[in-house]
């Protein structure tokens, strides 16, 4: 569990035992130190359990629907990498049509590879 959603379920925790937004912020500063939520944040999550609000997660964005990280586009990632190991983020990107950014989402959150320099 990541520590934003650790305090996202202490908000919650403390809104459940009537524990004010002040005193749930300076118990969040206490414990999380200058990890913590900032205020306007704390007082927000606080604001939405008041107003019902049942998950700790964050919602599905509804934005537009990445095209460059499709099934196509990771096969050819994948086969790419299969065939020649050294090639850059940029020899892919070049390769294939697509961002640095996208291949290196691609690779990572993916197909979980890692870069190792030598």
Not at 108 to 116: A, E, M, P, R, S
Request: charged share 30%; aromatic share 6%; proline share 2%.
């Amino acid at each position: 569990m990541s520590e934003i959603i650790q305090q996202r379920s202490a908000i919650k925790f403390c809104f459940l035992n009537g524990i004010n937004a002040a005193e749930t912020l300076k118990m969040l500063e206490k414990a999380y130190g200058d990890r913590a939520l900032p205020k306007s944040t704390t007082y927000d999550w606080y604001k939405l359990f008041k107003e019902g609000r049942e998950r700790v997660e964050d919602e599905e964005c509804l934005g537009r629907p990445s095209t460059s990280t499709d099934d196509a586009h990771i096969q050819k990632v994948k086969e790419l990498v299969l065939a020649n190991r050294r090639l850059t983020i940029r020899d892919i990107a070049d390769e294939i049509g697509v961002s640095k950014g996208s291949i290196n989402s691609i690779l990572k959150d993916v197909l979980g590879l890692k870069c190792v320099k030598s």
